[in-house]
């Protein structure tokens, strides 16, 4: 769609010669404005998934790649859902790196936005539009590292890959299900750099850097009771509705086991350590593995997040049953969402399930298993792991946090496949989300400080993983 290439752009001057091992560093405020004005080309097509048309925004980068002498394949289950995959070629000495964004974004309800979530409108330090965290913002960068190592014009020592994928906002079959599956050799490599992580500031001060280092893996369950019909005048103690009533309370209530990985263990260590006294306490109980009813109770209430990253949850988020008020119905069902850990044996957990239910008139039904794939989470011990981290200090003079997500991305797919992913993200008000101004919001949002400081991030990890002159 020829219309959205009609706007101008700079194209930065970026010093690229060699002096005494170090490059030098990239005119950031031409940088900057470059940034800006992609980031809001790409907010302001609409690339809702569904229905999902993410060809404009494809066509969009692969006009600026191949201008700039960049190698460019396009691939689709559908043409109105291409996936880009960009890639500039090093000396081979390492596996390459794979930098990694999806173009889709959630539908919105136009009506609720204060600004057209279209518009990617610029107010007060902020740019407002749907998928400005979620994800044109890793898209963006991602196109902006691609530009800036092609300007270099030095050598690298991997290859970079930049995959910019359909689908991940719920229809992973045409994108990183169909990457992995039909197109594998044109995105392998060794570390992958995708969404999940995230710089939370609170007061305008940064806390930590989260970097995904792995996530739970979603699985459906329905639970359907079932018991016989008659008149409501003439209560029955077979009753479909109270069955199920009382089936979705014992799930509710019920505390699977708590188990940590290398993940959370080192999350909730890091976190003490930067803890006022009486949570930092709290924390270390976990890691001892001497932990309370009492704490137990007191995360699930007030600190949900944490807890969820402990346990294989489960939700009640649907019910159904009856269709009169004077009919008791023979059927009631409800539909779980589990949220495994990823090492949770799911037949095992079905199993303790029907015990903490004990009813025969309820049938455990498991729905969408494997959507997801399982994997191990990646390690803490890498050389991309130790970049980050040195990155996140020079750039955000903060802690890095390795975290477990609860919600899901598609570095499931990558991680089972072998490759070292990576969960990272811009600074973000921890206000933002109670206002209504997160992911998935009405009012979608993100600093433009955040934006810009961001992509120096990237460019810092990508550099000291690629470039050789300054590699340690």
Aim: proline share 6%; net charge neutral.
């Amino acid at each position: 769609m020829r219309k959205y290439f009609c706007f101008l752009y700079v194209i930065p001057f970026i010093a690229c010669s060699v002096v005494k091992g170090q490059i030098k560093q990239p005119d950031w405020r031409a940088v900057e404005e470059e940034t800006m004005q992609h980031f809001q080309a790409l907010l302001r097509m609409n690339t809702s998934d569904p229905p999902g048309i993410e060809l404009p925004a494809v066509e969009y980068m692969r006009s600026l790649l191949e201008k700039e002498g960049i190698e460019v394949k396009t691939f689709a289950v559908e043409s109105k859902r291409p996936n880009l995959v960009a890639r500039i070629k090093g000396n081979g000495k390492k596996r390459p790196i794979l930098i990694m964004a999806h173009t889709d974004v959630v539908n919105v309800d136009s009506s609720k936005w204060i600004y057209p979530p279209f518009s990617a409108i610029r107010k007060d330090g902020y740019v407002y539009g749907r998928g400005s965290v979620d994800d044109k913002d890793n898209v963006s960068t991602g196109l902006m590292l691609m530009l800036m190592l092609k300007r270099m014009k030095i050598s690298l020592d991997r290859d970079v890959i930049f995959l910019a994928e359909a689908g991940e906002e719920g229809s992973p079959q045409y994108g990183i299900e169909f990457m992995v599956k039909e197109h594998w050799p044109e995105i392998e490599a060794e570390y992958c750099f995708a969404e999940g992580g995230g710089v939370p500031r609170t007061g305008g001060k940064v806390q930590f850097a989260g970097v995904a280092t792995t996530e739970k893996v979603p699985c459906g369950v329905r639970l359907i009771a079932r018991g016989i019909s008659g008149h409501g005048s003439v209560p029955l103690r077979s009753n479909a509705i109270v069955h199920l009533a009382q089936a979705v309370a014992k799930v509710a209530a019920w505390q699977t086991p708590m188990r940590l990985n290398q993940t959370t263990e080192a999350f909730f260590q890091r976190l003490s350590e930067i803890s006022a006294p009486e949570p930092a306490a709290r924390y270390q109980t976990l890691l001892t593995g001497k932990i309370t009813e009492a704490v137990q109770e007191y995360m699930a209430v007030s600190e949900p997040r944490y807890y969820s990253i402990l346990h294989t949850s489960v939700s009640p988020n649907i019910i159904k049953g009856g269709y009169r008020t004077n009919v008791i119905p023979s059927e009631a069902e409800a539909t779980l969402d589990i949220r495994a850990l990823p090492d949770e044996d799911m037949p095992k957990l079905l199993d303790a399930m029907r015990e903490v239910i004990n009813d025969s008139q309820v049938a455990i039904v498991p729905t969408g298993f494997g959507a997801r794939p399982a994997a191990s989470p990646s390690s803490l011990n890498t050389e991309a792991f130790k970049v980050i981290e040195a990155a996140v200090k020079r750039t955000y003079n903060t802690i890095t946090l390795p975290t477990m997500l609860t919600g899901a991305t598609d570095m499931a797919f990558l991680r089972e496949r072998g490759i070292q992913c990576y969960g990272i993200g811009p600074m973000t008000d921890s206000e933002d989300g109670p206002k209504g101004f997160g992911a998935h919001s009405d009012q979608e949002r993100i600093l433009e400080e955040s934006l810009h400081k961001f992509l120096r991030f990237q460019w810092d990890v990508i550099s000291n993983l690629a470039i050789p002159s300054i590699a340690k």
